[in-house]
């Protein structure tokens, strides 16, 4: 018996948008998110977003387009500074941003998509980034204990992707992708192109099928 083909549309994602979800989503500046899940989600109109990711893009590209539009409640990401709109949000009140550190965001993603509560980390040690954190010491050096994450969807970007799910990069666009793939309920992919099973040679494979459970070819409706 045949294993239920993983190929969807844009349009076909939509039963797994729900108001009140969490996201996590692959990419830096937009490099490495899939731009039509993207524009999915906003013509599904959910709204009170949890968002997951590196950084908000700009208000024009991206993620940032759900900022924007206001249908983020809560951002976690490394950085917000390429998108004034998140800042202003913020600032506002309108918006909670989350800041963590790059690599502990990277961790605590990892962490969440291996099973694992979190990791202990020396970054933050001292500043704002401990308020509220549980701290341990080994040796003399402090660490902070950050939690695990996870989400109910990760929204990721390939280049080529065979028909079973797994899963080839470009360059810098592989960045959160991977880990993402891990972490997350349900894990839609777009793909550049998608090539018949077998096609990918399996050492080149950076993300295996198994993660995936939705394969979308950009562009197409």
Same mark, same amino acid.
């Given at each position: 018996?045949?294993?239920?083909?993983?190929?969807?549309?844009?349009?076909?994602?939509?039963?797994?948008?729900?108001?009140?979800?969490?996201?996590?989503?692959?990419?830096?500046?937009?490099?490495?998110?899939?731009?039509?899940?993207?524009?999915?989600?906003?013509?599904?109109?959910?709204?009170?977003?949890?968002?997951?990711?590196?950084?908000?893009?700009?208000?024009?590209?991206?993620?940032?387009?759900?900022?924007?539009?206001?249908?983020?409640?809560?951002?976690?990401?490394?950085?917000?500074?390429?998108?004034?709109?998140?800042?202003?949000?913020?600032?506002?009140?309108?918006?909670?941003?989350?800041?963590?550190?790059?690599?502990?965001?990277?961790?605590?993603?990892?962490?969440?998509?291996?099973?694992?509560?979190?990791?202990?980390?020396?970054?933050?040690?001292?500043?704002?980034?401990?308020?509220?954190?549980?701290?341990? =010491?080994?040796?003399?050096?402090?660490? !902070?204990?950050?939690?695990?994450?996870?989400?109910?969807?990760?929204?990721?970007?390939?280049?080529?992707?065979?028909?079973?799910?797994?899963?080839?990069?470009?360059?810098?666009?592989?960045?959160?992708?991977?880990?993402?793939? !891990?972490?997350?309920?349900?894990?839609?992919?777009?793909?550049? =192109?998608?090539?018949?099973?077998?096609?990918?040679?399996?050492? !080149?494979?950076?993300?295996?099928?198994?993660?995936?459970?939705?394969?979308?070819? =950009?562009?197409?409706?």
């Amino acid at each position: 018996m045949s294993a239920p083909s993983k190929r969807m549309t844009h349009a076909d994602l939509r039963p797994k948008l729900k108001d009140g979800m969490s996201i996590m989503f692959g990419g830096f500046l937009a490099v490495g998110t899939p731009l039509g899940i993207v524009q999915e989600i906003l013509d599904a109109g959910i709204k009170d977003l949890t968002i997951i990711g590196n950084d908000t893009a700009t208000p024009d590209i991206g993620i940032g387009r759900l900022i924007a539009a206001r249908r983020v409640k809560k951002v976690i990401a490394s950085h917000i500074g390429t998108n004034a709109e998140t800042g202003r949000q913020m600032i506002a009140g309108e918006i909670e941003v989350e800041l963590v550190p790059q690599g502990t965001l990277a961790e605590r993603i990892r962490c969440g998509g291996s099973g694992l509560g979190g990791v202990l980390t020396p970054t933050g040690v001292g500043t704002i980034v401990e308020e509220g954190k549980t701290k341990l =010491s080994f040796d003399g050096v402090e660490y !902070l204990v950050e939690r695990g994450l996870r989400a109910d969807l990760a929204i990721l970007k390939a280049h080529i992707a065979d028909e079973k799910g797994n899963l080839v990069y470009r360059r810098a666009a592989r960045n959160f992708n991977p880990l993402m793939a !891990l972490a997350a309920d349900f894990v839609a992919v777009e793909a550049d =192109s998608i090539v018949a099973a077998g096609e990918i040679e399996p050492d !080149l494979v950076m993300t295996p099928g198994v993660l995936v459970d939705a394969l979308i070819l =950009s562009g197409e409706c």
